[in-house]
């Protein structure tokens, strides 16, 4: 073999020192995380009190989960399907979730074009959005 060839091949040694510091290295720093670990957790069980946070004898269980439920689910349609005041003042009303679709499609909104044009005048922006001209000075 020439001295070319030599210099374009890997040699097989392997640096045993070297890995046997590493490999050294990398076991004192897990001990030490382990200690620490260790350290850590018995300053954090002996101060907590078990007789600090008294245990509840009953939980709290709903005494009629069906009618409760029925209840919740109620409430939820009347407020999808009536109007009402949320800010008289600032006239700000809630109104029915029908009546929110038929707005929108009649002024040629799609569902995701709603929030962001609600925000952009807010914010001062959209004026290169034709909706919006009037509202940017």
């Given amino acids: 073999m020439t001295e070319r060839e030599q210099d374009l091949h890997e040699g097989y040694a392997v640096a045993g020192r070297r890995l046997l510091w590493i490999g050294l290295g ?7 995380m382990v200690l620490l670990m260790y350290v850590f957790s018995r300053s954090l069980s002996t101060g907590i009190s078990r007789d600090a946070v008294p245990l509840p004898t009953e939980l709290p269980l709903q005494q009629h989960p069906r009618a409760n439920l029925a209840a919740h689910q109620h409430r939820d349609a009347e407020r999808l399907a009536h109007y009402a005041w949320l800010d008289r003042e600032a006239g700000i009303a809630r109104i029915p979730v029908r009546r929110a679709m038929e707005i929108m499609a009649s002024q040629g909104q799609r569902p995701g074009d709603s929030a962001a044009a609600a925000a952009a005048p807010a914010l001062g922006q959209g004026a290169s959005d034709p909706r919006h001209a009037e509202a940017t000075p």
């Fill in 26 to 32: 990398l076991g004192v720093v897990m001990a030490g």
